[in-house]
């Protein structure tokens, strides 16, 4: 799977952004997916994420009603759409996928597979 992340920029705090991953290679449909977050000095935060099978998604309570995760398998790409942006949502945006992967590993990076390049997110004051 390779994986391109683009939509990242620079938005006044209370904007709007959407973040799309497009995915290639493999069958998409079958893989969960995420969305994961780095600021400066921080580790690689789990932001929101989709279930391959069955589609639950799950959100850091840090994010949980502002961001929308969503898929389109017919384009083979994973959006998210984040709304009431704050100075501290930026980061370095990267999307992930994986296929099997359980609940209890999802918020972690190091059980995701694939991993596409970053996106910058800059929210200013």
């Known amino acids: 799977v390779q994986l391109q992340a683009s939509g990242g920029g620079l938005v006044q705090a209370g904007g709007s952004l959407t973040l799309a991953c497009a995915a290639s290679?493999?069958?998409?449909?079958?893989?969960?997916m995420a969305w994961f977050r780095q600021a400066p000095g921080n580790e690689r935060e789990f932001v929101a994420g989709?279930?391959?099978?069955?589609?639950?998604?799950y959100y850091a309570d840090s994010v949980k009603g502002r961001f929308t995760i969503s898929r389109d398998k017919a384009k083979n790409t994973v959006y998210l759409q984040m709304n009431d942006l704050k100075t501290e949502d930026t980061a370095v945006f990267s999307c992930a996928a994986a296929r099997g992967i359980i609940t209890s590993s999802f918020r972690q990076p190091r059980h995701w597979d694939y991993w596409g390049q970053g996106t910058q997110v800059t929210v200013s004051s």
């Open positions: 989709i279930k391959g099978s069955g589609g639950t998604i």
């Open positions: 290679g493999r069958t998409f449909s079958t893989y969960s």
